[in-house]
């Protein structure tokens, strides 16, 4: 059924941006039927079903390129011991620890409470990237599920290492990938549509300082064979370069170039601690970086050359790594940021943007073959509407302003996704979430108990 979400300020994004006044998107089925004046929309289209947008702003729902759901039960636990000092100190104290905890319905509160998270932020597209070793076989699906209860679109990942068994996880990857990606089982999958434009699958690795050279090979045998991408942290701090350079002699990209991990559909997370050669590696194999601003900040790992990597035409978007669902949040560190690290105040006003409307869109497309991050006819209809009165002329030309100064704290009331409404007036209507936060927080604890013991 068609709807009009009607009289709010329309930004179409993509490659011609335009902010229309008093305009109405036209949504029907999954698509976008329709963007213009709110008069002629509802002359063309009377018997559509009608929300009022009026005092708002209609964008693109936003895209999260890198996002650990996982994460959730961890918020407000007590880690025992010293403080870690260091960033593997933090993985052997904290994620490696959390990650083994989890059990079968603590991987679904998990993934559900934040995907209510990406809900009321209007980020519409997630690419996630999954732990759970104690309960790792089928814990995809358990994802996949809540994905589609939520009503919105994911590509999912198992984080394959070498840290807890040989090639932990290659199985549950190939599997859910199997499962998804059409036409895998016979082979043909070069170039096929990679699944259903709601759940897309990708190759999840750790890092390269857990796999081994023989555990990556069979990672990339089944990538390859799928025709998706490699999801693998990569240098997020100094000593998964030290590892690679002592272990295998080669800067941690060239490694995993000659293991052929880089390519187009493939995701490199964080980059921080890469040269110059590797950033050309990057470039040349179309490898896509992904930038998490606040994650880098809070492990205190170092800064991403993130100017230096787009000058050479790296593909670089943004994510949380489950910091949280706000990418318009992370966008605006991201521009703080790189203004302090280049001490520069010219810099990040274009590039921040970029990153989270322009490139992830792009990097979406990648992994579910849509094009995502744009409102045009005939676009997937996904939608996140925001309360904002602007309180100075908006246009084209001043768009960015408006969004790093006033949009990344205005409120999101509604959210759509394949053309479906999940939240109106802030009323998530997917899932409930009182329930939901309820029982998590009443097996969050037993989740903390085992995980003291490990
Ligand atoms: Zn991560």
């Not at 009321?120 to 809540?146: C, F, K, Q, W, Y």
């Not at 990938?177 to 190759?203: N, R």
């Not at 857990?210 to 090979?217: G, H, K, N």
């Not at 939240?423 to 209507?429: N, P, R, S, V």
């Amino acid at each position: 059924m068609a709807t009009r979400f009607e009289n709010g300020i329309v930004v179409t994004l993509g490659e011609k941006n335009r902010v229309l006044w008093n305009a109405t998107v036209v949504t029907d089925g999954e698509r976008v039927a329709a963007i213009g004046d709110s008069v002629e929309m509802k002359r063309r289209f009377p018997g559509a079903a009608s929300v009022d947008c009026s005092g708002k702003i209609i964008l693109p729902g936003f895209i999260c390129t890198h996002h650990h759901f996982y994460s959730t039960m961890a918020r407000g636990m007590g880690i025992p011991g010293e403080p870690a000092s260091n960033f593997v100190e933090i993985l052997e104290r904290l994620w490696w620890k959390v990650d083994r905890a989890l059990d079968e319905e603590d991987i679904t509160l998990s993934a559900q409470l934040p995907l209510i998270d990406c809900i009321r932020n209007g980020t519409t597209t997630v690419i996630d990237h999954h732990a759970s070793p104690s309960m790792r076989d089928g814990s995809l699906d358990l994802i996949e599920n809540a994905v589609r209860q939520a009503g919105l679109r994911a590509s999912l990942c198992y984080e394959v290492s070498d840290r807890n068994v040989t090639g932990g996880g290659i199985a549950e990857n190939e599997r859910f990938i199997k499962k998804v990606v059409k036409g895998f089982a016979t082979g043909s999958a070069s170039g096929a549509v990679p699944g259903d434009g709601q759940i897309a699958a990708m190759m999840g690795m750790h890092a390269s300082f857990t796999l081994s050279d023989a555990t990556i090979e069979q990672c990339v045998g089944i990538a390859r064979d799928a025709g998706v991408g490699c999801h693998i942290h990569v240098a997020e701090d100094a000593a998964d370069r030290h590892d690679s350079l002592a272990k295998y002699k080669l800067p941690t990209v060239n490694r995993l170039q000659k293991l052929g991990v880089t390519g187009e559909k493939s995701i490199f997370v964080h980059c921080v601690h890469i040269d110059d050669s590797e950033m050309d590696i990057l470039a040349a194999t179309h490898t896509s970086v992904v930038h998490n601003p606040e994650s880098n900040m809070n492990n205190a790992v170092g800064v991403t050359p993130l100017l230096k990597l787009l000058k050479k035409g790296v593909l670089v978007g943004l994510g949380t790594d489950g910091m949280g669902s706000d990418m318009l949040v992370q966008m605006r560190c991201a521009y703080l940021l790189h203004r302090l690290a280049n001490h520069d105040p010219r810099v990040a006003f274009l590039e921040a943007p970029q990153l989270l409307l322009k490139n992830n869109a792009e990097i979406a497309r990648r992994q579910f073959g849509l094009r995502l991050g744009e409102l045009a006819e005939g676009l997937p209809a996904d939608l996140a509407i925001l309360d904002y009165q602007p309180p100075t002329p908006l246009s084209e030309a001043n768009f960015l302003g408006h969004l790093i100064f006033g949009l990344v704290d205005a409120t999101v009331d509604t959210t759509v996704c394949k053309g479906k409404i999940l939240m109106q007036g802030k009323q998530i209507l997917s899932m409930d979430e009182a329930r939901i936060a309820a029982r998590s927080r009443e097996i969050a604890p037993l989740m903390w108990q085992r995980l003291q013991a490990l």
